[in-house]
Nanobody, 114 residues
Framework: VQLQASGGGLVQPGGSLRLSCSASGSYFRFNIMGWYRQAPGNQRELVATLTSGLTTNYADSVKGRFTVSRDDAKNTIDLQMNSLKPEDTAVYYC?????????WGQGTQVTVSS
């Protein structure tokens, strides 16, 4: 399985960005896809996950601002990020997990700064 993330960039506080991740290869259709992020000096942390049964899980810090969605026909997962804050600055990684085995994308940088 390979994951390719895109959509990062530089945005001003209060702005929006949309990240997209495309999965290729063979994997079980019952899975969890999601996004994590890692800021300099910090551990990688959960941003949002979305199961194949459409159950979502968001970090408290992004609830109400970020929305995760997936398109299983296209094997993609997106993260719509609104009302961005400087503390959202990080490298964002998409992930696909099946029965505890996880694959990771290469990461895309999101910088929120004026």
């Amino acid at each position: 399985v390979q994951l390719q993330a895109s959509g990062g960039g530089l945005v001003q506080p209060g702005g929006s960005l949309r990240l997209s991740c495309s999965a290729s290869g063979s994997y079980f259709r019952f899975n969890i896809m999601g996004w994590y992020r890692q800021a300099p000096g910090n551990q990688r942390e959960l941003v949002a996950t979305l199961t194949s049964g459409l159950t979502t899980n968001y970090a408290d810090s992004v609830k109400g601002r970020f929305t995760v969605s997936r398109d299983d026909a296209k094997n993609t997962i997106d993260l719509q990020m609104n009302s961005l804050k400087p503390e959202d600055t990080a490298v964002y990684y998409c992930t696909l997990c099946v029965a505890g085995n996880c694959w990771w994308g290469q990461g895309t940088q999101v910088t929120v700064s004026s």
